[in-house]
């Protein structure tokens, strides 16, 4: 389900980043490496073209599930962080794939929000994913594709990141609720109770998990799941001296 929401031309005012730096918010990419590699093309040409003193870039978690390069997307992301400052937050899609590594029953969960092209991804075998296959097969074919540098990225992935006055976060936070003391699996699954609150968080929260059709910049937000997947639309937000604004360009359909 997309939500329709207002144009970026409709955008509010937003509160410059720190002194020197440029952050880039990168969205949910959900196992498409072709649209990452063209946000990090866009990236790339925006530090060369304006500089700064400091570049920051803020993964919003979902890199895996529904697309079809879950594990390529992850090598992307590791080769990226070993030459630029990086922060990846964890989506609800990378616990779970903890979760199921971990031994936990939630396979069919997982099944259900497109883990199928992240296994076949990491080169499971298709025959062991049909309903009659056990879990316990499944886990144990995936333990021994899914290399352990990339277990080692699910594993240190963050719930939240805080540069004052935004806060990056996967899907939202609870209101009311100071962030250190936020239940983290409302950190990665909210959705009506933060999407319909209206008041002041004390951030800018910079989220996605929830897609919308372009991006959704609101006072108090700013949601930039454009469901990658689906529309071929992976955005990026820059925030700098002069408040934030989407760097992805949009096509309409």
């Known amino acids: 389900m997309f939500y ?8 509010p005012k937003y509160p410059p980043a720190p002194d020197g730096l440029v952050i880039h918010a990168v969205g949910d990419i959900h196992g498409r490496a072709d649209l990452l590699d063209q946000a990090h ?9 304006f500089g700064a003193d400091q570049n920051l870039e803020i993964y919003l978690g979902d890199y895996i599930d529904r697309g079809p390069d879950s594990a390529v997307v992850i090598s992307r992301l590791i080769e990226r962080s070993s030459r630029t400052s990086t922060i990846f937050l964890r989506g609800n899609h990378e616990q779970l794939l903890l979760d199921f590594l971990d031994g936990k029953d939630c ?4 099944s259900r929000v497109g883990c199928i092209p992240t296994c076949l991804s990491y080169g499971i075998s298709p025959h062991l994913l049909f309903p009659q296959v056990s879990a316990d097969k499944v886990r144990q074919a995936l333990r021994k594709s899914v290399p352990p ?3 080692r990225f699910y594993a240190d992935t963050g719930s939240y990141c805080s540069i004052e006055p935004y806060l990056f976060v996967h899907a939202g936070i609870r209101p009311g609720i100071n962030i ?13 109770t933060f999407l319909e609150f209206e008041g002041d968080f004390g951030h800018i929260v910079v989220h996605g998990h929830t897609p919308v059709e372009v991006p959704d910049l609101r006072k108090h937000r700013i949601n930039i799941d454009t469901g990658a997947f689906a529309t071929n639309r992976l955005t990026c937000l820059r925030i700098d001296c002069d408040g934030a604004r989407i760097l992805t360009p949009f096509r309409s359909r």
């Open 149 to 151: 540098e990339h277990v």
């Open 180 to 192: 250190e003391e936020q239940n983290p699996a409302d950190l990665l699954n909210i959705r009506q």
């Open 4 to 11: 329709r929401v207002a144009l970026e031309a409709n955008r």
């Open 107 to 110: 396979w069919r969960e997982w």
């Open 41 to 49: 093309g866009l990236i790339d040409n925006d530090k060369l073209t």
